[in-house]
């Protein structure tokens, strides 16, 4: 793997506990920040969980510092990507995980 692509997956984790952390706090408010659309608190906590679910294997090749990674782990995450945002619509989910994924087509 090259180190670009390390680099952007590792990003991809980082923005990922930021869409993590921004939306628990999102969860556990009762203001409507009109910047992002009306989501209810199980919306918003089935997003975390997927997401959660997208970001684990990437962590644990992250902290092996990618050892083992192949273009089968790539196609991998790019299944896992499309189903997450087949549950959950980028256009209803706004979060920055989706703008640092697309970094990884010209990698």
Known sequence: ?????????????????V???NLSHRASQETINPWFPLLNHDEIMAYIAGLSDLLHDLAM????NFEG???WHDE???IG???????FVPEKYPSLVHDVIKLLKSA
């Open 19 to 21: 869409d993590i952390r």
């Open 69 to 71: 990674w192949n273009n």
């Open 61 to 64: 090749h992250s902290a092996k």
């Open 81 to 87: 990507y499309e189903d997450f945002c087949d549950s």
């Open 1 to 17: 793997m090259t180190q670009e692509k390390e680099a952007i997956y590792r990003r991809v984790l980082y923005v990922g506990l």
């Open 76 to 78: 991998y995450f790019a």
